[in-house]
């Protein structure tokens, strides 16, 4: 069964830091790439970043950029992101989602999806 399990969200003051995991199961991630979005309630999801299948190639987010870094231990079979100088509007549900090979900058490019993790950044 293909699943995928995000973890590491919580609550964080404006500025601080957090990890979130993606870890895949049911499937290997050596050959798929492996998105993060993000939704708040009544909003669209939202890309954040992605990782193409090898770690070769990384896209963000404008407003992402110099704060987020993605990366995967294929050999964990998990893509991590990385958030540092957390901002209240950081504040959503982020997700992982895989699809094959290469980034695609639309949520419906995806195949199988997390759950989600709820990330609060407030003082």
């Known amino acids: 069964q293909v699943q995928l399990v995000e973890s590491g969200g919580g609550l964080v003051q404006p500025g601080g830091s957090l990890r979130l995991s993606c870890v895949a199961s049911?499937?290997?991630?050596?050959?798929?790439?492996i998105g993060w979005f993000r939704q708040d309630p009544g909003k669209e999801r939202q890309g954040v970043s992605c990782i193409n299948y090898s770690g070769g190639s990384t896209y963000y987010v404008d407003s992402m950029k110099g704060r987020f870094t993605i990366s995967r231990d294929n050999a964990e079979n998990t893509v991590y992101l990385q958030m540092n100088s957390l901002k209240p509007e950081d504040t959503a549900v982020y997700y992982c989602a895989t699809r094959p090979i290469d980034c695609s900058d639309s949520a419906g490019g995806y195949n199988y999806w997390g759950q989600g993790t709820q990330v609060t950044v407030s003082s």
């Open positions: 049911g499937f290997t991630l050596d050959y798929y790439a």
